[in-house]
């Protein structure tokens, strides 16, 4: 009887035990996947859609004789990469009244990648260069208003090297090395 | 004079015992004197014996026979190896192309008269200059323009115009009937004419010493004046109008007219003897463009053989321009015209643009290290020896591209302050008047090396200054004037 019982008692523990694994290893998981899988992006957009940070971009003062810093609220990005993205794309925008944009007409962003050293790639439609209009002071002033942008919005990234079409280039209009990753360079900012 | 005797007879007696088809010796002008060379024609190409230039500059000929090669030493050991068949030579490691390749002709080796220019100059580390139409070879720092002498006349006046190549100090002086030129140079390499109405200028010919021009005047010249004017590729032509007696000369006459700056320093024996200017852009690269169409890459050229004519003219030094023309360059081949020419100064010339219009004036530019990350900075490198076919070794120190300017970034800066300042006198200047950036072309510049943005093409009255001559002049001038501070401050 006792043996019997206690037979009973170690298939019915046995099955007890492959049921608990189960539930712990496969179905509750699984179930918890389907319930949450699917959750992170939707709520990380609805996080992020209201969520704004505040950048510093640069545009050309009225006379055109030096860059000025503009706080402008931006998206906020889950990952810096995306925060790049998001400075990179206000900075190509409009400029506020009374200043003017350093950027090239036409001048599209097509991605912004970081290296785990904290580089920053910005990767720059061809108009950035076929549209430029020449003259060094005008050539630095596009260059470090994106490297200026996104080095100081995001104190992590240490230099933005700018790429045109995906690819390295030497220059944007023949004076300035982009060959390397630029570190921030605030000499052409005016100081309030 | 006993040795200009001794060569004019050694001329003559050439000149009687060469065949019709053989052309006339070459004469080698240096400053210990003058020594004949003969040339011959072999296959259509005018050709030295090595055995000849041998003698002349003291280099030693030896055939390797093992390597199927011949040697060529000179002084320190500097070699160039000629082979038969291929019309190359390899000067210190350096290919350089010939005309022809070398040829025997019995027992002499004969190579092409370039080869003089090509190879035996680089490797005496010897400036030497072939002029196949004056039949001259001047060596070192011998100056001898080429000074070509025309006259017109008419009854009311004449006029004596004297082209001068490269262009050269000079003072016109008058005694009595004859007005006398005389350069500053140690020879005249002249190209004379005679007028054929000989009333007001009866002849122009060599003078008694070797730097000076004569031309007699005729019985009716009355007072002259001069003009001068700046022709292509540092040339200058100095003009003297002599008006009929009775006719009124505009101004009176001078016993001595100097026409020319003060003397300069002595730039052949010092440390610049090479200038590279680099007009920036060209080609399908306009660079900046004003609202009016005027193009930066023309702007640059227009001020860089300006400067390259000054640069000639007042200092005598060897002047490279990266482009004379509108073509197309690759930025580093700038740099390396320069650090392949060994050269002591890279000037890259620019004109500026801006979104807005109103930003105006020159600015002078030096590499800014502070302009990459750290990573990209680099590093120097240590020296290292390399076999040279012939026999022997040589160290050549390798430094990497971008490392090039950096050990040069002081002398560029206190280059371009300089530049600033003599801007400064005559141009106006931008704010930011010197500025540093991580400029491409200045990184690989073994030299000093600076960047001159000459003014704002976006700026409407900047555009129209930046196409004259006049704001071009002022601009060659002030940089020629900065490099002659800068040479003194080195000395």
């Known amino acids: 009887m006792i043996a019997h019982l206690s037979k009973r008692v170690v298939i019915g523990g046995v099955i007890g035990i492959a049921l608990l694994l189960w539930l712990l290893f496969w179905g509750a998981p699984a179930w918890l996947y389907r319930r949450t899988a699917p959750a992170p992006p939707a709520e990380g957009a609805a996080a992020v859609e209201g969520r704004r940070i505040n950048a510093t971009l640069f545009f050309v003062s009225p006379d055109g004789q030096s860059l000025v810093a503009v706080p402008r609220e931006v998206p906020f990005g889950a990952t810096p990469a995306e925060q790049a993205r998001h400075i990179v794309t206000a900075q190509l925008g409009e400029a506020p009244a009374s200043l003017v944009t350093p950027i090239p007409k036409g001048t599209t962003l097509r991605g912004v990648f970081l290296s785990a050293s904290g580089e920053a790639f910005v990767d720059l439609s061809p108009e950035a260069a076929a549209n430029h209009s020449g003259g060094s002071l005008s050539e630095l002033f596009t260059i470090y208003s994106i490297v200026n942008a996104v080095t100081v919005s995001l104190p992590s990234v240490g230099a933005v090297q700018i790429l045109i079409d995906g690819r390295e280039v030497e220059t944007l209009a023949g004076h300035v090395d982009l060959r390397h990753p630029l570190p921030k360079n605030t000499t052409w900012v005016k100081q309030p | ?491």
């Open chain 2, 1 to 491: 004079m006993r040795f200009a005797s001794r060569f004019a007879a050694a001329l003559l007696v050439l000149a009687a015992v060469t065949s019709a088809e053989q052309p006339a010796a070459y004469t080698i002008v240096s400053k210990e004197g003058r020594k004949p060379l003969p040339s011959r024609v072999q296959g259509g190409q005018e050709m030295f014996a090595l055995a000849d230039l041998a003698a002349a500059f003291g280099v030693t000929v030896r055939e390797d026979v093992a390597a199927g090669g011949i040697i060529v030493t000179a002084p320190q050991n500097r070699t160039i190896v000629l082979t038969p068949g291929q019309a190359l030579a390899s000067v210190n490691g350096r290919v350089v192309s010939l005309p022809a390749a070398p040829v025997r002709d019995g027992r002499v080796w004969l190579v092409p008269v370039e080869f003089i220019t090509r190879a035996l100059g680089p490797a005496l580390n010897t400036r030497l200059d072939l002029r196949k139409t004056s039949r001259l070879i001047v060596m070192g720092d011998v100056r001898i323009p080429e000074v070509e002498v025309s006259t017109e006349a008419d009854a009311s006046r004449a006029r004596v115009s004297i082209d001068i190549s490269p262009s050269v100090p000079r003072a016109v002086t008058q005694e009595g009937q004859r007005l006398t030129v005389r350069f500053e140079a140690d020879a005249l390499d002249l190209h004379l004419s005679q007028p054929e109405n000989r009333e007001i200028v009866a002849a122009v010919r060599a003078g008694d010493a070797a730097q000076t021009l004569v031309i007699d005047l005729g019985p009716r010249a009355g007072g002259f004046q001069l003009s001068t004017q700046p022709r292509e590729r540092g040339a200058e032509r100095l003009v003297i109008e002599i008006a009929a007696q009775g006719a009124q000369p505009q101004t009176p006459i001078q016993p001595a007219v100097p026409v020319e700056p003060p003397p300069l320093p002595d730039f052949s024996s010092g440390g610049i003897r090479t200038i590279v200017i680099d007009p920036g852009h060209g080609g399908d690269d306009r660079g900046a463009r004003g609202a009016g169409g005027v193009e930066e890459k023309a702007v640059a050229l227009g001020i860089g053989l300006k400067l390259k004519a000054a640069l000639e003219a007042r200092l005598g030094v060897r002047v490279l321009l990266t482009r004379d023309g509108d073509r197309a360059m690759r930025v580093d081949e700038r740099a390396a015209l320069a650090n392949n020419n060994k050269a002591d100064l890279f000037i890259s010339l620019h004109a500026n643009a801006s979104v807005t219009p109103a930003p105006a004036g020159a600015s002078v530019l030096t590499l800014a290290i502070e302009g990459y990350a750290t990573e990209a900075q680099p590093s120097a490198a240590p020296a290292i020896s390399l076999p040279v076919f012939g026999g022997g070794s040589r160290s050549i120190e390798i430094i990497p591209w971008d490392t090039a300017q950096l050990r040069w970034l002081s002398d560029s800066e206190r280059l371009a302050a300089l530049v600033h300042a003599e801007l400064g006198t005559r141009v106006p200047m931008h704010p930011r008047g010197l500025d540093k950036a991580a400029l491409r072309v200045l990184i690989g510049a073994n030299m000093p090396a600076v960047l001159i943005e000459t003014g704002f093409l976006s700026n409407p009255d900047q555009e129209k200054a930046l196409a004259g001559d006049a704001l071009q002049n002022q601009i060659a001038e002030a940089i020629v004037n900065a490099i002659v501070t800068y040479k003194g401050g080195s000395q």
